[in-house]
Every structure is written in C-alpha cells, then in structure tokens.
C-alpha cells in the first residue's frame, strides 16, 4: 500500500514540473497597446508646467493706475509667487522710465509718438476711457450750464487762445463778470494732451491755466473753488461705490451737436451714463481714447504672460472699476502683436 501511494506522488510530482515547464502555471502579462504605450512614455517625459514668479515694475498714468492695481491683485490670486510695484506720476513719467529700463511697463494714456517707437518703444492697448471737464458744484452759472452745455468752440476758448475769461461769456450773458480759473495739468499728462486736442490744441503745452500736480490734486482744487474748471478721467470723477459724480463737482454737458441746449445723451450725473457714451462713441474722441501699456522691445517671459492676462482674463475686471473693455476684435489686434 505505500508503495502504491509513493508512485502516485510521484506521478503527481513529474506532471506539475512539466506544466511549469510550459508556461502554464503562471497568468501572462497584460499586453499595453502602442498608441497608450506612447502616450504614458510621452507624459512621463513632460515636465511640470510651472507657476509664474518674479516682480513686475510699473509706472506711469494717474489714469491708468487704480486699473492696474486692480489686475495686480488678481494676477496675484492665481499666481501668489508674482510680486508688483506699481508708481504713477504721470504718462510721461512712465514713458521715460520705460525708455531707461527703470521699470518692466509704462502705463501711457496718450498715443505712442513716432519719436518713442524710435526709441525701441512697444505698445498694445489694453482699454478704453475719456476725460471729461468738471466744475465746482457751486459755480454761480452752474444752473445755466447745465441747461445750455458748452461748446467745444468754448473749450477751446477758455484754454487754448485764452479769449473766454468770465463765466458770462461762457453763458452768453454779459452782466456776469466772474472770472474763470482756469487749472490744468503741470505733469506730464495724457489726460491734459487729450484735453488739448479736443480743444484745438497739438500737446499738452498749447493748455492754459494754473498748473497742479496729479490727477487727485486738479480733482480737489476744482471742489474747493466755485470758479475753476478743470478736467479729470472717468474713473475719478465718479464714486465708483455709488456711480454718482464725486461730491463737489459737475461735469459740465458738452455741447456736441451744437444745437444750444445740453441733450439728454450729453449729461452724464452718473457712471453708467458716461460709460455707455465712451463704449458707444457718442462722447467724442479725443478726449475719449485708448489706455496703453509700454515696453522697451516687445515684452518676454513673465511681462508677456502678464500682459496677455490683462488682454484676456483681466477684461472683466474693467467695468467695475469705471473703465471700457476693448471689443472682440481691439482685443484680437492687441494679442496678435503680441505673436
């Protein structure tokens, strides 16, 4: 009987060496297909695309400055490794900063001059805004002005020949003998080169009037005396909170189609008002135009990524903070000078 049971495990023995012999004991490996096969080859070797660092410097237009702050703070939201320095002090600040290197981007709120392009000076447009006149809420005609708008021809009276110095003549009323005080810009400004075109004028040196420093500073002169007239963007002469005029000043009507009489279409008391006459070109241009951003040679690496999010993303961001999103195709032509 033991050896009977002895030959069976041997049987039992020789047939499991043979069955492992030919491979059938084991399960075979799963077969990879060679496109799936490429493809795993192909994300293994892909690097990881990484998050933008470094800092960006800016400078330039009053303009232009509380939008870029803005796009600062959101590009930093999604890219927390990104760091700013953002100066204003004026488009011409910005634009010789630019030309010396001192900083990555200018803020220019003006055309590029001939002159700048020479000097190796790239630019796209980035939005849309105007500059407006303002008055003092509490000028003696403001009543009168209101209800008859000024004429560009006034405009250009009050600042570029200096032949309208009381408010009466800007009314058409001779037994009016206050004297108009006249403010403008004593930086380097878009905002007063557009302000001179519209009223005949080639620069920002053809302007009469008293000088101030800044954008805020002509805003606050113009508050405090009941003669001046002045002139500020969109995005500071409205409270952006409340969509009303700052407190203090009136935008006096512009007399666009000259009929003598302020239009419902040219009063602007509110933000969205003025918005929908920039975006629409019914307020005219200049002082309407275009916001650009500078730099010396066309932008590379994090300046360009930068720019290319203002041009896409960053959009969004401008209505709410009193500026004109560029159209689909003033988008297209600014991204594809990018290329």
């Keep these: 009987m033991q050896k009977q049971t002895l030959t069976l495990l041997s049987v039992f023995l020789v047939l499991a060496v043979a069955l492992s012999a030919c491979g059938t004991a084991t399960p075979e490996a799963t077969a990879v297909p060679e496109s799936d096969a490429g493809a795993l080859s192909e994300a293994a070797q892909s690097p990881t695309v990484e998050s933008p660092s470094g800092t960006i410097s800016i400078s330039g237009a009053f303009a232009l400055y509380p939008m870029m702050t803005v796009w600062a703070d959101e590009f930093t939201n999604v890219h927390p490794d990104v760091q700013f320095d953002i100066q204003g002090g004026g488009a011409g600040k910005g634009m010789t900063d630019t030309i010396a290197g001192a900083v990555d981007i200018g803020m220019i709120s003006r055309a590029i ?16 805004d105007a500059v407006f006149p303002i008055i003092s809420s509490e000028n003696p005609v403001a009543e009168q002005i209101l209800a008859k708008g000024i004429s ?24 009016i003998t206050d004297e108009i005080h006249v403010f403008t810009r004593s930086d380097a400004s878009g905002a007063a080169e557009q302000w001179a075109k519209f009223g005949g004028g080639k620069a920002q040196e053809d302007l009469k009037g008293i000088g101030v420093n800044g954008e805020p500073s002509i805003l606050d002169t113009v508050i405090k005396d009941p003669l ?8 500071s002469i409205f409270d952006l909170s409340s969509g009303n005029t700052v407190p203090g000043i009136i935008i006096p009507p512009i007399d666009i189609n000259t009929n003598g009489q302020a239009d419902v279409e040219e009063v602007y008391t509110v933000k969205e008002d ?26 590379e690496g994090l300046t360009l ?13 401008l209505e709410s903070a009193g500026f004109v999103p560029l159209t689909p195709e003033q988008q297209a032509e600014s991204l594809a000078k990018l290329k």
């Design 113 to 128: 001059k001939p002159e700048e392009e020479a000097q190796n000076i790239f630019w796209v447009s980035v939005t849309k």
């Design 152 to 175: 560009q021809e006034i405009f250009a009276g009050i600042y570029i020949t200096g032949e309208i110095t009381t408010w009466g003549q800007v009314v058409g009323d001779d037994t």
């Design 228 to 235: 001046a007239i002045g002139y500020g963007n969109l995005n």
């Design 274 to 299: 003025a918005f929908g006459a920039v975006a629409n070109s019914t307020y005219p241009s200049p002082p309407a135009r275009f916001e650009n951003l500078a730099t010396l040679g066309k932008p």
């Design 305 to 317: 990524t930068f720019i290319e999010w203002i041009l896409t993303d960053g959009q969004q961001y």
